[in-house]
């Protein structure tokens, strides 16, 4: 689910290949694609993984998710 997730997000930037699970709802014309694949790699491993929401935190609020 975590590659998935990265590959929607950047492919929502860069839009060369086919949307394999998410359409985006707004253009994310010059985005980061690595903060797309950072941020879309964490909400993914944070919905996966709960538990572990505590370890997680201080690297969400040392990169602003």
Known sequence: YV???IYDAVNAIEGRYSVFAVRPTTNPQGA???AAAAAAAYTMLK???PSASAA???LASSTNF
Do not use: E, Q, V
């Open 3 to 5: 590659h998935i997730a």
């Open 47 to 49: 919905w996966l993984f």
């Open 56 to 58: 997680t935190s201080p």
């Open 32 to 34: 980061s694609m690595d």
